[in-house]
Antibody, heavy 119, light 107 residues
Framework: QVQLVESGGGVVQPGRSLRLSCTAS????????MHWVRQAPGKGLEWVTF???????KYADSVKGRFTISRDNSKNTLYLQMNSLRAEDTAIYYC?????????????WGQGTLVTVSS | DIQLTQSPSFLSASVGDRVTITCRAS??????LAWYQQKPGKAPKLLIF???TLQSGVPSRFSGSGSGTEFTLTISSLQPEDFATYYC?????????FGGGTKVEIK
């Protein structure tokens, strides 16, 4: 069955970096667009970034220039490199598979990994 | 950016009730709208896409309608497992955006 497992979350100081991973199983990552979506504690959902099968990507303004999405199809793994972290980046980060012709519907989600930015 | 406004933000209902949640977009999104259900401590789950198409495995008591700027999610007969928070999401244009959520609680 389709499964997405995130890892790499933790507590990090403001201004520091963190890299999240999302390992897919039960399907081949390569033809799919993939997303990162985050949720601050007690808040709603916020789309963060997207990468197409060919590497084309998009970012929310709140993370543009600080976060980088990438993928290694040979490892069936999605990544999120987060630099210059801020307190407002504190959230659960979910990876999600994109469905449909635009890959903009999230049909499968991981369980999430918590990132806490605090001194 | 397209803003999505959900109403109500909180809803108290009983098992068996018919429940309707509204999502209004700040500009037209055609039928490029999805609905998700999220239970505490869990990831969201896709319920409906293309405004009215039920995702595989989702019970038929869930339905969606609308196009343009106004959309509704209806639960025809609320079940105990339906108590959760519901989010709409537009996929018409980037950045993808979500509504603020509607929490459905037991009356």
């Amino acid at each position: 069955q389709v499964q997405l497992v995130e890892s790499g979350g933790g507590v990090v100081q403001p201004g520091r970096s963190l890299r999240l991973s999302c390992t897919a199983s039960g399907f081949t990552l390569s033809p799919y667009g993939m997303h990162w979506v985050r949720q601050a504690p007690g808040k709603g959902l916020e789309w963060v970034t997207f990468i197409w099968y060919n590497g084309t990507n998009k970012y929310a303004d709140s993370v543009k220039g600080r976060f980088t999405i990438s993928r290694d199809n040979s490892k069936n793994t999605l990544y999120l490199q987060m630099n210059s972290l801020r307190a407002e980046d504190t959230a659960i980060y979910y990876c999600a598979r994109g469905a449909g012709s635009s890959a903009a519907v999230f049909d499968f989600w991981g369980q999430g990994t918590l990132v806490t930015v605090s001194s | 950016d397209i803003q999505l406004t959900q109403s109500p933000s909180f809803l108290s209902a009983s098992v068996g009730d018919r429940v309707t949640i509204t999502c209004r977009a700040s500009q037209g999104v055609s039928s490029y709208l999805a609905w998700y259900q999220q239970k505490p401590g869990k990831a969201p789950k896709l319920l409906i896409f293309a405004a009215s198409t039920l995702q595989s495995g989702v019970p038929s008591r869930f339905s969606g309608s609308g196009s343009g700027t106004e959309f509704t999610l209806t639960i025809s007969s609320l079940q105990p497992e339906d108590f959760a928070t519901y989010y709409c999401q537009q996929l018409n244009s980037y950045p993808l955006t979500f509504g603020g959520g509607t929490k459905v609680e037991i009356k």
